[in-house]
């Protein structure tokens, strides 16, 4: 799992602002937010144009240079902050049992790396800032790991990702922490609520968007009737011979012709919920646009109760900051120099009975 993370000197984070996965307070509710002493859910709140959707562009920054997964076109652009910043840095702690791996790089842009370092368990195994030696970059560590690797030509791997090129080449085994790394790297997957099909990783496209749906129509009926959407939906097959989604109304309506962006967005959601069973950490953007609030609040319940993997969502929601549904470690607050968390951001001490969105309205946690 995913135990911190920082970024500093990318699109509007000028300074260096980090979220700590592992900063677990003691509640004694909603035990299901916490997996192995880290948080797997969390909602981050923050005013317009602070930089949410930024936020988790920089987390999945990642995703660009070490997997050949999905990232839309454009997202990418204008990618280092505007007051004269060299290039952008970006640091990941992870956790795997009892083996922690931390690996930081600095880019001039989403696929020109200007340096790399790798540690294991505090041992560094691959350095490059500037190149450690005079002959080149440290990589005894990955060396040692997988000595008949060749590294003989390693200058042509300048710009890039060595650990990208060590772990492609390389035969270690699935458990170890770095091929660990590797499978939550390609498992990690963005989604924007009111994009159809713009996302960063897991997969190399969604050629199965409109598709998928065929064979979990009950599923997402059951889950338009939570949402207090009257229409029903099913499969017709068309004069072409291809099979489309109508809304089962007297005159049968096409889907994604004639659906609201609310419910756009609540199958956009259901598919990734569907077709990624084995993400290792989901970033939804905007997740709740458009939503009524208890649909809101079914949907962060099924994100919950599926297990194995973190969630992050954004949200203006202020009905979903409830201990009821969450508890105060979870929900965090982003600023253009800083993400905290409710916890963190009061000198209150938090406790099961306090209205978290009283608190928030009031300006609590604005400090």
């Not at 097959?237 to 659906?259: G, H, M, Q, S």
């Not at 069973?277 to 809101?296: G, Q, R, T």
Request: glycine fraction near 6%.
């Amino acid at each position: 799992m995913l135990k911190n993370f920082s970024v500093e000197g990318f699109k509007n984070f000028k300074e260096k602002i980090t979220i700590d996965f592992s900063d677990v307070r003691d509640y004694k509710f909603n035990s299901q937010c916490v997996t192995d002493g880290l948080l797997n859910t969390a909602i981050i709140y923050g005013k317009n144009a602070v930089g949410k959707s930024n936020f988790g562009l920089a987390l999945f920054d990642i995703v660009s240079h070490m997997t050949i997964n999905n990232v839309t076109p454009g997202l990418y652009d204008y990618y280092l902050n505007e007051y004269e910043t060299e290039c952008a840095c970006f640091e990941y702690v992870f956790n795997f049992g009892n083996d922690e791996v931390i690996y930081w790089y600095k880019k001039f842009d989403s696929q020109d790396l200007f340096a790399e370092h790798l540690e294991l368990n505090s041992k560094v195994l691959l350095s490059t800032e500037p190149y450690c030696g005079s002959y080149g970059p440290d990589f005894s560590g990955l060396e040692a790991i997988a000595p008949t690797l060749n590294w003989d030509n390693w200058e042509r791997i300048v710009g890039k990702s060595y650990l990208k090129y060590f772990l492609n080449n390389s035969n270690i085994e699935d458990s170890h922490p770095l091929s660990r790394m590797k499978k939550f790297i390609n498992n990690m997957v963005l989604f924007r609520g009111l994009s159809e099909n713009e996302f960063i990783g897991f997969r190399k496209k969604t050629s199965d968007y409109y598709d998928f749906i065929f064979d979990h129509i009950d599923e997402f009926n059951n889950l338009l009737k939570k949402a207090e959407i009257s229409n029903t939906i099913r499969a017709i097959k068309d004069a072409d011979d291809k099979t489309r989604l109508y809304f089962d109304t007297k005159i049968p309506l096409p889907f994604f012709k004639v659906a609201s962006s609310g419910t756009k967005a609540l199958y956009n959601f259901f598919y990734w919920y569907k077709t990624a069973p084995n993400v290792s950490l989901m970033y939804i953007d905007e997740f709740d646009a458009f939503y009524h609030y208890e649909l809101a609040e079914t949907i962060v319940s099924m994100l919950e109760k599926r297990s194995g993997f973190q969630k992050i969502l954004t949200s203006h929601n202020t009905n979903l900051l409830s201990n009821r549904i969450m508890r105060p470690d979870c929900y965090f607050i982003l600023t253009q120099d800083k993400i905290t968390s409710f916890a963190n951001a009061t000198g209150r001490e938090l406790r099961e009975g306090h209205n978290l969105e009283k608190l928030y309205m009031s300006g609590e946690f604005d400090g």
